[in-house]
């Protein structure tokens, strides 16, 4: 079983800073992907960002030159620093570990989430 731990939410002004991290419980390079997901609330969770084992980060759109995704591997960390935030940005921000599987079949894990609210 994997853990993944979130840490780092909170209430911040509208264009003020974050940054989130995840602790997993075992190399982050048994993994084929690790992301960060949001939920607000009446809202479907979605993605914010991803990176692949070889370092390869993806953004939502709405995030792209505001968040940045990384990790560092040695102590099985995943961040996301969150910049200029907005309001819009509120939500549950949770940590995902994705690994594709032989069949081919994939396992998601998830941790159990960590708020993030930005006052206008």
């Known amino acids: 079983q994997v853990q993944l731990v979130e840490s780092g939410g909170g209430l911040v002004q509208a264009g003020g800073s974050l940054r989130l991290s995840c602790a997993a419980s075992?190399?982050?390079?048994?993994?084929?992907?690790m992301g960060w997901y949001r939920q607000a609330p009446g809202k479907q969770r979605e993605l914010v960002a991803t990176i692949t084992s070889t370092s390869r980060p993806n953004y939502a759109d709405s995030v792209k030159g505001r968040f940045t995704i990384s990790t560092d591997n040695a102590k099985n960390m995943v961040y996301l620093q969150l910049n200029s935030l907005k309001p819009e940005d509120t939500a549950v921000y949770y940590c995902?570990?994705?690994?594709?599987?032989?069949?081919?079949?994939?396992?998601?894990?998830w941790g159990q989430g960590t708020q993030v609210t930005v006052s206008s």
């Open positions: 075992r190399s982050i390079f048994s993994f084929n992907a």
């Open positions: 995902n570990a994705h690994l594709v599987l032989v069949g081919p079949s994939v396992r998601d894990y």
